[in-house]
């Protein structure tokens, strides 16, 4: 069945940049997104790629999509600690445009 | 613009009794959802709604799980009765249509004892 797998966690320093990664399994998805979930709150589109494209920048996000290898990824530059969330990527497949989530990646952000 | 509200914010019941959330979604989005979100995972759809109609209830479980949108604007999930393994949070999101952006509501953190 479909599957999108990421890492749990990711530790970085204040002002790195972050890259999050996710694979996933079904090669006819039709968008790909990332969502932001902080603490007690619900999630919050990020940005999204369209299954076409290869790269969407979006001012510190830069989304890659490595579609022969089902690959993508989230990089955030100068992270702060408002960047502090769980991260989650998604596969939308199929007519009704059915998402299919990862389990999110924790970003940590070290001082 | 208010974005999707839910209702209680917490709930924490003791197992076998009911339980009720409910969901206001963005005005004018016709497509709603609820999702179950267990500790450390993704969402999980447990139905998806077109208007009034449940278009995708698959993943619902219908021996103690029940949901309606009577006018096709908001919502109410019921679990009667509760398991211990119904502990989550019952997020609801809302979009334009099914191939639209969806917008979450903060969830419902459910505690069964």
């Known amino acids: 069945g479909e599957d999108v797998e990421q890492s749990l966690f990711l530790s970085v320093r204040e002002g790195d940049s972050s890259v999050i990664n996710c694979t996933y399994t079904d090669s006819s998805s039709t968008y790909l997104y990332w969502y932001k979930q902080e603490p007690g709150a619900g999630l919050q589109l990020l940005t999204y790629?369209?299954?076409n494209m290869d790269m969407k920048q979006d001012q510190r996000l830069t989304v890659l999509l490595n579609k022969k290898d089902k690959h993508l990824s989230l990089r955030i530059a100068d992270t702060q600690t408002g960047d502090s969330a769980i991260y989650f990527c998604a596969e939308s497949i199929g007519s009704n445009y059915q998402l299919i989530w990862g389990a999110g990646t924790k970003l940590i952000i070290k001082p | 613009e208010a974005g999707v509200v839910q209702s209680p914010r917490y709930k924490i019941i003791e197992k076998k009794q009911p339980v009720a959330f409910w969901c206001n979604p963005i005005s004018g989005h016709n497509t709603l959802y609820w999702y179950l979100q267990n500790l450390g995972q993704g969402p999980e759809l447990l139905i998806r709604?077109?208007?009034?109609?449940?278009?995708?209830d698959s993943q619902l479980p219908k021996d103690r799980f029940s949901a309606e949108r009577l006018k096709g604007v908001d919502s109410t999930l019921k679990i009667q009765p509760a398991e211990l393994g119904d502990s989550a949070v019952y997020l609801c999101?809302?979009?334009?249509?099914?191939?639209?952006?969806?917008?979450f509501g903060p969830g419902t953190r459910l505690t069964v004892l």
């Open positions: 790629i369209f299954s």
């Open positions: 709604y077109e208007n009034e109609e449940a278009v995708d």
């Open positions: 999101a809302s979009s334009l249509g099914s191939n639209n952006e969806q917008f």
